[in-house]
């Protein structure tokens, strides 16, 4: 069966750190995409990976950086946390070309205070 | 650069209605299109996908879509709803590239009126 996993469902974070929140599939799949969602305002793309090492901004990037050193593996890094970032953010992933479908994560609930 | 509109924050329908919801894409060339249903506490689950061929698509669930290219539209319909529909849906488009990006609409939250 496929699988996205996400490290972390809950997180509660300070204003100003450092969060990590890594994302596996096991799926092989070449693409992999982190999107925050809010309320009334529906998934938004902050990066997404195409390769190994390659990795394209989405809408929202700011304030957001990612790395992806395995194929499987691809993490959202936010270096300051702020109030503002607080949010369901959700990795998802699909293999090369856009005909498959979007394989997602369960979440990470991140609460910056 | 592509983006989704969907016009309707929130419909309410009663049961055994039928339903629409509205799904406006900007992109320049062909898009790839998809419906994402996701119901309260749970996961986004693909209803449906538009590449190419038949403008009139089925899914899961007993949904259908219609891609109009004139209008660049894919709404979303279903003769009948039932009360498990009350849900969230999101309209999506894809861009034909190495890149693969896809971009989400806001979301249409469905109520079912008994």
């Known amino acids: 069966d496929v699988k996205v996993t996400q490290s972390s469902r809950y997180l509660v974070k300070r204003t100003g750190e450092k969060v990590f929140l890594e994302c596996v599939q096991d799926?092989?799949?070449?693409?992999m995409f982190w999107y925050r969602q809010d309320p009334g305002l529906g998934l938004r793309l902050i990066y997404f990976?195409?390769?190994?090492?390659?990795?394209e901004k989405g809408d929202i990037p700011e304030g957001y950086s990612v790395s992806r050193e395995k194929k499987e593996r691809f993490s959202l890094i936010l270096e300051s946390a702020s109030t503002n970032q607080t949010s369901m953010y959700l990795c998802?992933?699909?293999?090369?070309?856009?005909?498959?479908?979007?394989?997602f994560g369960e979440g990470s609930r991140l609460t910056v205070l | 650069a592509q983006s989704v509109t969907q016009p309707d924050i929130h419909i309410t329908v009663s049961e055994g209605a039928s339903l629409e919801l509205r799904c406006n894409y900007s992109?320049?060339?062909?898009?790839?299109l998809f419906w994402y249903v996701q119901s309260p506490g749970q996961g986004l689950q693909l209803l449906l996908k538009?590449?190419?061929?038949?403008?009139l698509v089925q899914g899961i669930k007993g949904f259908e879509a219609e891609f109009k290219r004139s209008q660049s539209s894919f709404n979303l319909r279903k003769p009948s709803v039932h009360w498990s529909d009350a849900a969230e849906y999101f309209c999506?488009?894809?861009?034909?590239?190495?890149?693969?990006?896809?971009?989400f609409g806001s979301g249409t939250r469905l109520s079912i009126r008994p």
């Open positions: 998802a992933s699909h293999p090369i070309g856009i005909t498959g479908e979007l394989f």
């Open positions: 799926m092989d799949h070449e693409n």
């Open positions: 990976s195409y390769d190994v090492k390659m990795k």
């Open positions: 992109y320049g060339a062909t898009p790839y």
């Open positions: 538009y590449f190419s061929g038949d403008t």
């Open positions: 999506a488009v894809g861009v034909a590239s190495s890149a693969s990006k896809i971009i």
